[in-house]
T-cell receptor, first 113, second 116 residues
């Protein structure tokens, strides 16, 4: 089982560049989410989705866009990268109902110079 | 809004000894769930243990157990017989309810070092 797959693992961008972090899951989970991890701040929710065509903002959505055209995929777009977006990004999914835990991808380390 | 606080940025323990990581949370909800996640240097996020707020009995998973004090809003993690493989960042997390899009709120993390 692949679980949650994130690509790329590492990325370096220059200020102002745009890019898309890819996330795919093969567990048919309705709920998908993106977190960013920064030292001393834990993981903070950027955006989430409860199904295809439905997305909503989390705690720190500014500078990021998401879409959910299929159940499997939930890409995160950085529109114009800024040094403040240097972070480790995690995609995670779970069934919408019940107490199943979040299944995390292995993260993307993004550096913006 | 719910908040989760881990007041110990770093902890260290001798191998084979016991260590307790602290976590407090703030909520006005009665139906919620608490989790501890482990993040080793590989960056993978691994669920260690979870606790349902309606259960009075503390959860246990092998060498890992929790001390859940609902009135005090405290949820500490005890690791017994510490092993070198326990070295990691540990995150406490809170989730309100089971229905729908209840998000997972994380604490700041505690970095645990195991001394051989």
């Amino acid at each position: 089982n692949a679980g949650v797959t994130q690509t790329p693992k590492f990325q370096v961008l220059k200020t102002g560049q745009s890019m898309t972090l890819q996330c795919a899951q093969d567990m048919n989970h309705e709920y998908m989410s993106w977190y960013r991890q920064d030292p001393g701040m834990g993981l903070r929710l950027i955006h989430y989705s409860v199904g295809a065509g439905i997305t909503d903002q989390g705690e720190v959505p500014n500078g990021y866009n998401v879409s959910r055209s299929t159940t499997e995929d939930f890409p995160l777009r950085l529109l114009s990268a800024a040094p403040s977006q240097t972070s480790v990004y995690f995609c995670a999914s779970r069934p919408l109902q019940g107490l199943s835990p979040l299944h995390f991808g292995n993260g993307t380390r993004l550096t913006v110079t | 809004a719910q908040t989760v606080t881990q007041s110990q940025p770093e902890m260290s323990v001798q191998e084979a000894e016991t260590v307790t990581l602290s976590c407090t949370y703030d909520t006005s909800e009665s139906d919620y769930y608490l989790f501890w996640y482990k993040q080793p240097p590989s960056r993978q996020m691994i669920l260690v243990i979870r606790q349902e707020a309606y259960k009075q009995q503390n959860a246990t998973e092998n060498r890992f157990s929790v001390n859940f004090q609902k009135a005090a809003k405290s949820f500490s993690l005890k690791i017994s017989d510490s092993q070198l493989g326990d070295a990691a960042m540990y995150f406490c997390a809170y989730r309100r309810g089971l229905q729908g899009a209840q998000k997972l709120v994380f604490g700041q993390g505690t970095r645990l070092t195991i001394n051989p």
